[in-house]
Structure formats: structure tokens, C-alpha cells
């Protein structure tokens, strides 16, 4: 990958932290444009961009989270390894497809946090609660990963088509 596609991915991630964390303190339902940045990168970039985009979105968004650093590294290294193995698997450039893989990494993130804190907290584990309370930001997140990765694809200069 050139030097200027890490340039222009790492200013997509950087602005993507600043809108998540800074911007949308005050909105009620948005999207985890942060994930939505490490499924684009193994989506379109390959497992390895998509292994490094995910730690450093890890440690980012863990730096912003109340002790969850290595846990957030961790998940987000599995969501852009995952997503590039995905995408190897369909079609990427299908929205259908990139829904999917976006609803994937949403439930690789949940699940291992849920569990994580629930194993760390002594609690029964309950997968479903943690759904139940989210389901608006995980459908607006789906159902918005297409339109972000078109321009995302911009920002980072990727073609369009196979």
C-alpha cells in the first residue's frame, strides 16, 4: 500500500475518532463510524491494512474508554482480520455484502465485550441484553456502512469495480 493511502486512511480514522468521540456526545443514535473505519480497511485494503487499522482504532478508541485499551485492541485487530477474510469470500463491492460483514464486526464487538466484562465482573453472562439496548445504533451502523465506504473510498482513493 502507498504512503499516501496511509495517509489518507489514518486521516479517516483520525477524523472518524474526533466526530464519534467529540462530535456525538449529544446524539441519541449514530453510527460506529470507528468500526465502520477498521471493516473498510480488511474490506478493501487486505488483511494486513486491516490488522494494523484495527490496533490503532483499538488503541484509540481505547484511549477515550474507561480502562478497555487492550480489550478494544484485541476486538478491533479480530474485526479487520475477520472483514478482510470476508470479503475474500463474497462479493465486497455488493452493499448487501458490506452490510453484512459491518453486522459481523458489530457482533464481534458486543459479544466480546459483553463477555468480558461479564466474566471480569463475576456476572452471569447475557448476550441478548446488550442487543436489545443497542439495536437502533447497530441498525443505523449496518445500514449505513455501504454509503460510508463509498466515501471512504474517496477519501482514500480506491477505484471503484473489481
Do not use: E, H
Amino acid at each position: 500500500m502507498s504512503m499516501k493511502k496511509i495517509l489518507n486512511i489514518l486521516i479517516l480514522l483520525s477524523g472518524s475518532v474526533f466526530i464519534q468521540v467529540f462530535l456525538t456526545r449529544n446524539i441519541i443514535c449514530f453510527p460506529d463510524i470507528i468500526l465502520l473505519v477498521v471493516v473498510f480497511a480488511g474490506i478493501f485494503l487486505g488483511t494486513s491494512s486491516g490488522a494494523c487499522v484495527g490496533i490503532t482504532a483499538g488503541f484509540l478508541r481505547g484511549c477515550f474508554s474507561c480502562g478497555t485499551i487492550l480489550l478494544d485492541i484485541f476486538l478491533f485487530l479480530i474485526i479487520g482480520i475477520s472483514s478482510s477474510f470476508l470479503a475474500k469470500k463474497f462479493y465486497k463491492y455488493n452493499p448487501v455484502v458490506q452490510s453484512f460483514i459491518s453486522g459481523t464486526a458489530i457482533f464481534i464487538a458486543i459479544t466480546g465485550r459483553t463477555l468480558y466484562f461479564n466474566v471480569a465482573g463475576g456476572n452471569p453472562v447475557n448476550i441478548l441484553s446488550p442487543y436489545a439496548a443497542n439495536w437502533k445504533m447497530i441498525g443505523i451502523t449496518i445500514l449505513f456502512s455501504p454509503i460510508f465506504f463509498v466515501f471512504a473510498k474517496k477519501i482514500v482513493k480506491i477505484n471503484d469495480g473489481p
